[in-house]
């Protein structure tokens, strides 16, 4: 049963909202090609070309867009005890890093779903009003995930007014008790793509496989699995420093041909819409939203004609347009030139890019993990452990792993883990399934989120959030900052 009223009661926006917006540096598009050079006499069928994007940091003033929020809760019977007192704290640090700007609602669910919180601004009323609400829950009942889902869908769309972030955090700690057998339930409910959703496995009996189609089926949403569930405010930490750093909006890569007979085969983007057209001639990535300082990485395989005479060839041009958060102005760049040498002998230029190599080891990477994923699914557990392991001895065995680099040992520990986890059926069921789920999005959005363990890696977030050094995959310094923030509070409420 959904409440049949309508959720256009949204507090109107701050009358500032729209005011004169600070100067935002420019998106940065990088490319590399995997070779320099290419002999003249030779083509090539596969030549991969790097195109990288980096979103400038926020300003120095720190304005930034203003964020609507809704909080998704799992507030059933299982959630009783530490798990809600967790969850509840780890929503109000949440609320206390929103300003005035922002605007929060909370969806909680059980048997039924309610909305607890109309979308309203964190004043100081507000975020007072809000942690009310929240502190007034309590857990019984059943889990309806997919009326929750539709109701904080509803809170978006009937809006008035809209500020320009959309996002959701959705958490839950178990399965539907409800919508499975009707019409796919839950597992085939797709979130409307007006933004993205941030989901939150809570500790190790929920459902990873619906969580994870919920998120990637959400643009850059994220699936994080919290395996200890004092992790939860670290993870939903990490999450808000991403949502609250959104310099530019949809944006998208442009892709030309710069020569009559190199054509693009492929562009292997992950979870982002890419498309090849015009007799491979002209290709276009579409990225969306970058928080700042992130970086996406795209490979885009080109096939390479002979030269009869020595020169060079024009491969690529790169441009790029997206809107600017803060000032809502569309920015329209043109990016880049890509040629390499054609030599009528070998030459030290030939040699393949670190840089490309390690985006292959990345993709590499992800596709096994799925592999391994599918097959643990269907029982085969020393299959998916071989694909693993085989995996990691390709990355070892690389010029990117050969020559120590961080990513190729950070993937080749990661997919030592998710072996590990894939040990047997009971593992895998308990953790196993979810972990190898959220590194999956995590690759194929090249956005950070949380894997709790990492019990090589250190840190209790891997990948998203993780309290000890060393290189962690897509993490952005927003991130790092709110997480840090995170532990400080956590410090002193101790």
């Keep these: ?31 590399v090609p995997e070779r320099q050079a290419v002999t003249s006499s030779e083509s090539v ?62 969806v909680s669910f059980s048997t039924l779903a309610h909305r607890i919180f109309p979308l ?4 100081d009323q507000g975020r007072e009003d809000a942690k009310r609400a929240v502190n007034s829950l309590s857990a019984d009942g059943a889990t309806n995930i997919a009326e929750a889902l539709k109701m904080g869908a509803r809170v978006l769309e009937e809006r008035r007014h809209r500020n320009p972030v959309p996002s959701v955090i959705f958490l839950s700690d178990g399965n539907d008790s409800y919508n499975f057998g009707r019409d796919g339930g839950a597992r085939a409910f797709r979130f409307p793509s007006v933004c993205p959703v941030h989901a939150f496995g809570f500790g190790t009996d929920h459902d990873p496989a619906m969580m994870h189609a919920v998120a990637d089926s959400s643009p850059g949403g994220t699936f994080s699995f919290i395996e200890s569930y004092e992790a939860v405010q670290d993870a939903f930490a990490s999450c808000l420093g991403g949502i609250l750093s959104v310099v530019t909006q949809e944006l998208r890569l442009t892709l030309t041909s710069a020569s009559p007979l190199v054509e ?3 562009i292997p983007s992950g979870s982002y819409a890419s498309e090849v057209s015009d007799h491979g001639s002209r290709g276009t990535v579409e990225v969306g939203d970058l928080y700042a300082d992130e970086e996406k990485q795209f490979l885009v395989n080109l096939s390479v004609p002979a030269l009869i005479n020595g020169g060079n060839t024009s491969l690529l041009d790169v441009a790029c347009s997206y809107k600017n958060a803060v000032s809502n102005e569309t920015v329209n760049l043109h990016c880049d030139h890509v040629e390499i040498l054609r030599p009528t002998g070998p030459t030290d230029a030939t040699l ?33 452990r071989n ?37 047997n059926r009971g593992s895998y069921e308990r953790t196993g399934r979810a972990f190898a789920l959220a590194n999956m999005n ?23 959030c993780g309290r000890g050094g060393g290189f962690r ?16 509070h956590s410090k002193t409420q101790k």
């Excluded at 309203?120 to 004043?123: K, N, P, V």
């Excluded at 590499?364 to 391994?372: K, Q, T, V």
């Excluded at 194929?444 to 990948?463: C, K, L, P, V």
């Excluded at 995959?473 to 400080?488: D, E, F, G, R, W």
């Design 45 to 106: 069928s596969q030549f991969a070309v790097l195109v990288g994007v980096r979103a400038p940091p926020l300003p120095e003033i720190h304005q930034r867009a203003p964020i609507d929020l809704v909080a998704v809760l799992d507030v059933s019977g299982s959630m009783h005890f530490s798990k809600l007192s967790l969850v509840k704290r780890a929503v109000e640090f949440v609320i206390d890093n929103l300003a005035s700007s922002d605007r929060l609602s909370i």
């Design 442 to 464: 995590s690759h194929a959005w090249q956005r950070a989120n949380t894997r709790s363990g990492g019990r090589r890696m250190g840190g209790a977030a891997r990948g998203g």
């Design 1 to 31: 049963v959904v409440e049949t009223i309508r959720f256009s009661d949204d507090e109107p926006l701050p009358p500032n909202a729209a005011a004169a917006a600070a100067a935002l540096q420019n998106v940065v598009v990088k490319t």
């Design 473 to 488: 995959a897509y993490v952005t310094p927003q991130m790092t900052n709110m997480v840090t923030k995170s532990q400080q």
């Design 387 to 423: 694909v693993l392991s085989n995996g990691r001895s390709a990355i070892r065995a690389s010029a990117s792993g050969q020559a120590g680099d961080e990513l190729a040992v950070f993937l080749e520990e990661e997919m030592r883990e998710t072996e590990e986890r894939m040990g």
């Design 120 to 123: 309203r601004r964190m004043t």
């Design 352 to 384: 393949v890019n670190l840089e490309v190599d390690r985006q292959r080891n990345r993709l590499s990477a992800a596709d096994r993990i799925a592999e391994a994923q599918r097959m643990a699914d269907a029982g085969d557990f020393t299959g998916a």
């Design 264 to 266: 693009i085969k492929s």
